[in-house]
């Protein structure tokens, strides 16, 4: 498995930025370019080509969504590449916000604080009601990871999980996946399942590895790579599971909606999206077309 480059060990493991607020624009490295197509610049809005850049939030998390490289100042990682790649594609630059945390990004939205926020987001029904979707990565693996020498035996099933504890991050899928897997445990007469919210990833696999909690769920590649450098580590539970796609989150009814789904499915077309995905070891997670809004549940 080929990994990008330029990455040290402590990014790697935690990713750990604990900043509350962005300045302005905080700088990014791209692993990979593409070459802009003026036909597809002719669908951004005319404010934004105005503007002349599309305002993007993340959440730095841990490699390989998106994470602060060695140097603790500058982006790097899938998110950070995909969109980059959208707007070079669009002929637009990408200005990126840290959000300060997963709960910022939806309000950062409405409020127009971001014109965009790419941050292991995943299109739900509910969310729908509240902002929009272009899709963009398969998310139908979610990771568990434990200790090593607590010897948890490996499962594909959350009722595995029954009468333990298990954390996720607050905001996620993963919590609301928990309680409701916790809820069918009590149905069949066996205990819940104790759900511990942690603030982000990191604060999640750091408790893990301390042994304040057993267990962690969530996304498969971030906890993949988490377990490949953190050596206390192992994957116990692969769960498949039938969520929409990890996708580009937007205000309600964007202009900017039509370009981005354009651009995505035009680097998709030409090999560049598969190319940005395997440098991070996540191929398997390619889309095969970037959908929006009611498509991605079809």
Not at 97 to 104: E, L, S
Not at 156 to 170: I, N, P, R
Not at 231 to 248: E, H
Request: proline fraction near 6%.
């Amino acid at each position: 498995m080929k990994f990008a480059k330029g990455i040290t060990l402590f990014a790697l493991a935690l990713g750990a930025h604990t900043a509350f607020a962005a300045e302005p624009a905080v700088p990014t490295a791209s692993s990979y370019h593409v070459q802009p197509d003026p036909q597809l610049k002719s669908l951004l809005p005319a404010d934004v080509v105005k503007r002349g850049y599309v305002v993007a939030g993340t959440n730095p998390n841990t490699p390989p969504t998106t994470f602060y490289k060695e140097d603790n100042k500058t982006l790097a990682g899938r998110e950070i590449d995909i969109m980059n790649a959208v707007g070079e594609r669009l002929g637009i630059q990408v200005q990126w916000r840290d959000t300060g945390g997963f709960d910022n990004i939806i309000p950062g939205l409405k409020t127009g604080r971001y014109d965009v926020a790419l941050s292991n987001v995943n299109a739900t029904t509910e969310r729908l009601k509240q902002i929009d979707f272009v899709s963009y990565y398969d998310a139908s693996r979610l990771g568990i990871i434990s200790r090593k020498d607590a010897n948890i035996p490996p499962f594909k099933t959350l009722d595995s999980v029954c009468g333990k504890e298990s954390g996720a991050g607050s905001g996620t899928t993963q919590v609301t996946r928990l309680e409701e897997a916790g809820k069918a445990c009590e149905a069949a007469g066996k205990q819940p399942i104790k759900v511990s919210i942690f603030p982000d990833r990191p604060a999640g696999v750091q408790a893990v590895v301390s042994g304040r909690v057993p267990m962690f769920l969530g996304p498969y590649e971030g906890l993949l790579w988490q377990v490949k450098v953190i050596k206390p580590l192992t994957m116990s539970g692969i769960i498949t599971v039938n969520d929409a796609p990890v996708s580009i989150a937007f205000s309600k009814d964007s202009a900017l909606e039509p370009a981005v789904q354009a651009a995505l499915n035009s680097l998709i077309k030409d090999g560049s999206y598969q190319k940005i995905l395997d440098s991070w070891g996540i191929g398997f997670g390619a889309v095969k077309e970037a959908k929006r809004n009611q498509e991605i549940f079809k």
